[in-house]
């Protein structure tokens, strides 16, 4: 046995793979919430934004996953290309890309130069916080509002490009989303709508695509009204129970030694102690591995001191673990999707 301190359990809520993100060089468009509650974030490269000098995507880092078979997300194109322009080009807008935070760590987007980059996948709508990517655009001050739009299972709001005479004018674009869920677990969300300015000398068109466009439900909503205030409710307290009382006198704990190791989702090593709320971390169940964001703490008790059973490893490395935890035995093959 070996008394160490004890850091205490942490709560997360488990999401596997990455999630839907539009990246550095496209914007979000539209908001679909399937029967399910699970959103799902359109994404799109307008005419006025994203482009290399030479008239190509400055980037494509855009990323969606699978979510109970379901994609998360999708990248709608509009447009091969664009007409070269020199850099300085009053018509186009200096700054090509949006500054996207590194990790899915915020609950609200509601900074006047943001909008919604994308959001951690759930396996659990109700029950978990929507944990969002927040993209910044300097250009972004010069939009306006239109105000919001409540969207339930099975509804979708789709923005995007805004034409006049046949040429692009502005993009509607989603800059904030409020997760909303009533007594009985229904899920909704408000999506907040804002209008950029978005000119810029007419594009080289797609081909023609086979797939039809989405259909959509309902008629896009109407913002008659000024829009709400963003109020996001705060997630539920947790309920402390503490352990069983065991043969070790004075009650066993249900925590990690402070110099336990974990993997973030950069790959780097860090120790349970030095881990803070939204940091993603390597976790499992069942046969699925990904990345989860950590949360809250249960309990945090550093100075705490329990006993831990350490095990040394064939392969030099140690294990040390509580009586309360459980070991499983499995084959340690494939890879993890970053």
């Known amino acids: 046995m070996q008394l160490s301190h004890c ?6 809520s488990v999401h596997y793979g990455l999630a839907a993100f539009c990246g550095d060089s496209a914007i979000p468009f539209s908001f679909e919430v399937l029967p399910s509650g699970q959103p799902v974030l359109g994404c799109a490269r307008p005419a006025c934004f994203g482009w290399s000098s030479s008239g190509q995507p400055i980037s494509e880092t855009s990323s969606f996953y699978n979510v109970n078979g379901r994609p998360d997300g999708f990248f709608q194109p509009l447009y091969n290309s664009v007409n070269p322009f020199q850099p300085g080009d009053g018509r186009r807008y200096p700054e090509q890309s949006a500054n996207c935070e590194a990790s899915f760590g915020s609950n609200s987007c509601d900074e006047s130069t943001q909008w919604v980059g994308g959001f951690a996948p759930s396996l659990n709508t109700s029950g978990s916080p929507l944990s969002m990517q927040c993209c910044t655009y300097g250009p972004l001050q010069s939009s306006t509002s239109r105000g919001v739009a409540p969207i339930h299972p099975g509804e979708i709001f789709a923005g995007g490009e805004v034409r006049e005479n ?32 978005c000119p810029g000398d007419p594009p080289l068109p797609l081909p023609q695509i086979a797939q039809p466009p989405p259909q959509f439900a309902q008629p896009p909503p109407q913002f008659a009204q000024p829009p709400p205030q963003f109020v996001q409710a705060p997630p539920p307290a947790p309920a402390y129970v503490p352990s069983a009382a065991s043969y070790y006198g004075g009650g066993s704990y249900f925590c990690f030694t402070a110099d336990a190791l974990v993997e973030t989702i950069s790959g780097e090593k860090k120790r349970m102690d030095e881990l803070k709320i939204h940091d993603w971390v390597m976790t499992a169940r069942g046969k699925n591995v990904g990345y989860a964001p950590v949360n809250y703490w249960l309990h945090r008790v550093p100075s705490q001191k329990a006993q831990f059973i350490k095990f040394d490893l064939a392969d ?22 970053r």
Do not use: E, M, W
């Open 316 to 337: 030099g490395k140690s294990l040390k673990i509580t009586a309360k935890h459980f070991i499983y035995k499995g084959k340690c093959t494939g890879n993890v999707r």
């Open 166 to 197: 046949n040429q692009p004018v502005a993009f509607d674009y989603v800059s904030n989303i409020v997760k909303r869920v009533d007594a009985n677990g229904g899920v909704s969300y408000d999506v907040g709508v804002k209008r950029l300015p």
């Open 7 to 12: 850091v205490g359990v942490l709560l997360l």
